[in-house]
């Protein structure tokens, strides 16, 4: 199985009767581990995480989709540094990126500021500082940690939550030019992109991966409760979509078993085909340039009118 680092692996599992799909990032790189791997941490409610946690076993046969994502290195000659910043489990596709620049761009410079509760939830944290001593001159970790009462007392480990004054410093004493790539939480992103426009004005390096759609309540005034038609493998469905749900997310609740992926409109797993009507997209990170004028992404689309006829 071929795949770039910062790539995800789509997992699907029937439970209790149910079709869950989930995206996991790789934390293997490829060209060095010899496995495959995915980390998935386990989430307090998560029905996926926790059935993976307490019922995978060594030779269950797991049905994946093929790695997609464009969360991933492009190399060019100009970049000197590359700064990761991550949350809790936002390091595992940074975790892959990582281990792949330090073996294929040997000129390259790598910082990760990573944040977490305490040292006890670092994922990683052994095989980070393994790196650290294998690339002394090229790989350096910053610890933030925002719940930590005791620990070491070393230039590497910070309390708090990752902040702008940090990301200001920071920015002073690597060498440009500097890509930046970013995983975690909104509040993360937020703090990183206005930290970066304050001191350097721009975000042209800046990437980011999005685990959810951030919904803004004001996008949805003019969306109500709607019933719409969705013609799946050509059987027409009737299905009232309930304002602030995506039409994906209604399917699913029905028992309708559409394609998709990473529900966060990056990916084009889930995508239909408007036949009539009007529906509006809301909340992408990303623009998306490759879909036609009557093409929409089933994870984050609501009907406007209460004509919408829609195929996949």
Known sequence: MKYLAGQYLTLQF????????????????????????????????????????????????IEVQEPIGDFVFESDESTKTVVFWGVGSGITPLFSMIKHLLFAESLIKIHLVYGNKSKKSIIFHHELEKIKLAYPERFKVYYFYSKEVFFDDESHNFTGRINSIFVQELMQKIEHPVKHYVCGPIGLKNTIKESLLECEGHLKNLFSEDFEIVKNPEDFKDIFDQEIRLDFQGIENKITINKGNSILEEALELGIELPYSCQTGNCSTCKGRLLSGKMRMIGLEKPRTDLTENEYLLCCSYPLTDNVYVEI
């Not at 790789?26 to 946690?53: E, H, K, M, Q, W």
Request: net charge positive.
């Open 14 to 61: 029937r439970i209790n009767g149910r079709r869950y799909v989930r995206p996991y990032s790789f934390s293997s790189a490829p060209g060095i581990d010899s496995t495959l791997d995915v980390t998935v941490r386990r989430v307090p409610g998560g029905i996926v995480s926790n059935y993976i946690n307490d019922f995978i076993k060594a030779d269950d046969v």
